[in-house]
């Protein structure tokens, strides 16, 4: 009998440094997954970076996944991890079937990419044996919400055939607001209950059109990069999957971690 996941996920992956610093709590979060959150063992994993931004849809298709250093300024520590996943080629070539049958007319291989830190980081934490066959997707930010829902709507057969779907991106992502302060900004602080509430009230539609509901949409997201891998991790699990809060904390005062399950089991 094929492995079924009922759930897909999105993972807010904050700074790089999650990768190494203890201090952060979606760090202990993300390593407690197999435990706590998500015990099943997937066939493979499909991740929404929200750090592959492209004009058409892509999937990368390689054997073995190079681990892709995208980002500057940080500790030696972080340019030596590696995560050496096998690429999932099978996968990549059933993401790219699916939505051309859904009507995206041109969806593009990349067959050098590997995983950028979007990825490979919360994954280093989740499933560090890095035995699990992993490829990505990417979002095109010169779209809007709908349209990385129905993309994700499109891969919902992909749960029935044993592969997890998993959007990483941040429920705030505004890097030139963050300071070292105590508490929360006010601003982030209101986009972030404001997409909970939508979230777990089930009012997806509202979601997709978060930058004329939500407040202080474009102050949260001044780029939505970050944010549409959440659209697509919805859309993915169907317009009455139940939404739930698995984790959430802050960092800088305008990152928020808000971590969200969706549940398609009727």
């Not at 390593?31 to 959150?37: L, N, P």
């Not at 209101?190 to 777990?200: M, N, Q, R, V």
């Not at 509202?206 to 939500?214: G, L, M, S």
């Not at 102050?219 to 659209?231: E, K, N, Q, S, T």
Request: hydrophobic residues 40%.
């Amino acid at each position: 009998m094929a492995l079924t996941m009922k759930d897909t996920f999105y993972i807010s992956h904050g700074a790089p440094t999650l990768a190494i610093d203890e201090s952060i709590p979606a760090r202990h979060f993300l390593q407690s997954w197999k435990d706590k959150v998500f015990p099943q063992k997937p066939k493979a994993i499909l991740v929404i970076s929200g750090h592959w931004d492209t004009s058409f849809p892509a999937v990368n298709i390689v054997h073995r996944n190079d681990t892709i250093y995208d980002f500057y300024g940080f500790p030696d520590a972080m340019y030596k991890l590696k995560y050496p996943a096998p690429g999932a080629p099978e996968l990549a070539l059933r993401v790219k079937e699916l939505l051309m049958a859904s009507g995206f007319k041109r969806v593009d291989e990349d067959r050098e990419r590997g995983l950028d830190h979007g990825a490979w980081v919360p994954l280093m934490l989740m499933y560090p044996e890095a035995d699990i066959p992993v490829c990505q997707l990417s979002v095109q930010s010169k779209r809007d919400g709908n349209y990385h829902y129905n993309l994700g709507k499109a891969l919902a057969p992909l749960k029935d055939e044993g592969a997890l779907i998993m959007g990483s991106g941040s429920a705030t992502h505004n890097l030139r607001a963050l300071r070292m302060v105590d508490g929360i900004v006010p601003w982030a602080l209101e986009f972030d209950t404001w997409l909970k509430d939508a979230l777990l009230q089930g009012r997806y539609e509202d979601v997709n059109r978060y930058q004329e509901k939500a407040p202080h949409a474009k102050m949260a997201h001044p780029w939505p990069d970050h944010f549409y891998p959440l659209h697509v991790a919805m859309g993915a699990a169907g317009e009455n999957a139940k939404a739930k809060l698995i984790h959430h904390s802050w960092q800088l005062g305008a990152l928020s971690y808000a971590s969200y399950q969706f549940n398609s089991a009727s």
